[in-house]
């Protein structure tokens, strides 16, 4: 299956991304994980949650630069799964690993307390963050992603390894592919 035939089922739409969009989703991510290492001001379900959502923001930035978005049944779902289609198949196991995290996300967002361990936060902590470029110094440089020329790419080390690439314009997007 291929993301297009995702959108053929009505599960994505076609997206245009933006470097501003993108840019505004990697500064998500480190607001997210420099909260969820909070070891001690909040607990660790609501640290296991602001993970969640910068790993979350990871695989949307990956669905958001191949030109899809999706739609609003199951959205998390999707966006974790897509993984694998936009990155291969060697990525069946992270996605499988974020899909055990999102169900644990939902169980301490509306369920009940006490269901993710600060073990369970660190480790989505530390999966988030090993996904995610290599240090703080190339983050920063890749918020102006674009500026002065026709295309650019994010560092390969950026999103699981992936390179987001935008075709600069005013409004630089990725046309969707199938």
């Not at 001690?40 to 630069?65: E, P, Q």
């Not at 060697?90 to 995290?101: E, Q």
């Not at 009940?112 to 369970?120: F, I, L, P």
């Not at 992936?162 to 990725?174: P, V």
């Amino acid at each position: 299956m291929t993301l297009g035939d995702w959108a053929g089922n009505g599960w994505l739409r076609a997206h245009r991304s933006s470097r501003s969009e993108i840019s505004a989703l990697l500064m998500i991510v480190d607001r997210d994980l420099a909260d969820a290492r909070s070891h001690g001001a909040i607990s660790a379900d609501w640290r296991f949650g602001i993970a969640y959502n910068a790993a979350l923001k990871l695989c949307t930035i990956l669905v958001h630069g191949s030109g899809y978005r999706p739609e609003r049944t199951l959205q998390h779902f999707r966006t974790i799964q897509a993984l694998p289609l936009i990155l291969g198949s060697g990525r069946k196991d992270d996605a499988a690993y974020l899909d055990v995290c999102r169900v644990k996300r939902n169980t301490v967002e509306y369920d009940m307390v006490g269901a993710a361990t600060d073990a369970d936060a660190d480790e989505l902590i530390a999966f988030a963050n090993s996904s995610y470029g290599r240090g703080a110094s190339g983050r920063r440089a890749l918020y102006p992603m674009c500026q002065g020329g026709r295309g650019a790419s994010v560092s390969p080390d950026l999103v699981f390894g992936h390179t987001i690439q935008l075709f600069c314009s005013q409004s630089s997007a990725l046309a969707p592919r199938g």
